[in-house]
């Protein structure tokens, strides 16, 4: 089970962490991804990471402005998001599958609930 945490409102410019805490003891064992989803779009990749933390991938949309990173032994995946933008308001999502390089929704298997990220003008 995900349970993802830390959205809000916040002014353009500013920032924000999510985190998504895992329960089971299985959470090293799985690729953790960010996605997020805006009104009447579809569901996109924004960054994933491996296993162990090592190698990290991000949509182009978010590169150099969010981190992703883990902590295993508090089995936790969070988002850090800085510079955000109007653009990126949207329900956030983290998801955990197999494959590191995995960009679409159908290379996860297990989704948390979502937390919206609204970013004011």
């Known amino acids: 089970q995900l349970q993802a945490s830390g959205g809000g409102l916040v002014q353009a410019g500013g920032s924000l962490r999510l985190s998504c805490a895992a329960s089971?003891?299985?959470?090293?064992?799985?690729?953790m991804g960010w996605f997020r989803q805006a009104p009447g779009k579809e569901r996109e990749f924004v960054a994933s990471?491996?296993?162990?933390?090592?190698?990290?991938y991000y949509a182009d949309s978010v590169k150099g402005r969010f981190t992703i990173s883990r902590d295993n032994a508090k089995n936790t995946v969070y988002l850090q998001m800085n510079s955000l933008k109007p653009e990126d308001t949207a329900v956030h999502y983290c998801a955990a599958g197999p494959l590191v390089t995995g960009t679409t929704v159908y290379d996860y298997d297990y989704w948390g609930q979502g937390t919206l990220v609204t970013v004011s003008s």
């Open positions: 990471i491996s296993r162990s933390g090592g190698n990290t």
């Open positions: 089971g003891r299985t959470f090293s064992s799985y690729v």
